[in-house]
């Protein structure tokens, strides 16, 4: 038996970097604005304090969603520009289904912007999001409306950097990719030909950017030490007999994995 030792360093990305779009275990819940003036405001005697709109699901529904990671899903709350979907709300709905007995699970941010898109005016919503209990944020609706496809390429990466770089973000999802499959016109990453167009080549090389791959040859104690993000891989051990695969994840606060081959000398 061979132990691997693998130790990671996450490379930084201003605040560390992460793992984009990757699965995520639990259904999502949406729920879109909740526009109440109750929200925050104290409860009557005898009544229990909830957001307009709440609705306690039926018993044989929580039971089949108990083990379900329940989402809240907004929208403009990254873009700054919509008074009625600042981040300081979305927090105060968060908190207030919480303290409505809601478990939620997940903040979700739509992620539907229009050029130009401001890197700084994302980088702050998302830090007062993660400041709502530490719950995972997730863009769950991405896409980049704008006619000329090399400024969509450019905006695209905006968002994305900002969102990979972000340790509260625990994954984005495309809303679409293709030519006449969207909903907004001006924003697909592939034309309807199938040609892959700017926006979408910027989206596949900050995919190469982001992998992580390193080669070389463990020391006497059987370690190897590499740099790179978050997510999962495939280790490869070659020795003069053979070579054998093994597959790993490095997750949040991982420092060193140890993984065991049993490869013939």
Known sequence: TIKRTVHRRVAPRRRGGRAAARGSGGRARATGHVPCRRVGQRAGPGRREAPCGARRP?????RRRRRARLFVNDYNVLRGNDPNATPEKYVE??????????AVGGIGVQGHMDSPVAGQV???ALDKLAAAGGAPIWITELDV???DVGLRADD???VLREAYAHPAVEGVVLWGFMEGQMWRRDAYLVDADGTVNEAGQRFLQLQREWRSDARGIVDGDG???????????????????????????VEKGDNSLELDLDIEI
């Not at 039926?58 to 929580?62: A, F, L, N, V």
């Not at 709905?93 to 809601?102: E, I, S």
């Open 223 to 249: 370690r190897f030490k590499f740099r790179g993000f978050h997510g999962t891989y495939v280790a490869q051990v070659t020795t003069a007999t053979g070579k054998m695969l093994k597959t790993f994840t």
């Open 58 to 62: 039926p018993r044989g529904r929580r």
């Open 145 to 147: 409306s704008e006619p």
């Open 93 to 102: 709905l968060v908190d207030a289904l919480r303290r409505g007995g809601a």
């Open 156 to 158: 695209l990466e905006v």
């Open 122 to 124: 994302i980088r702050a």
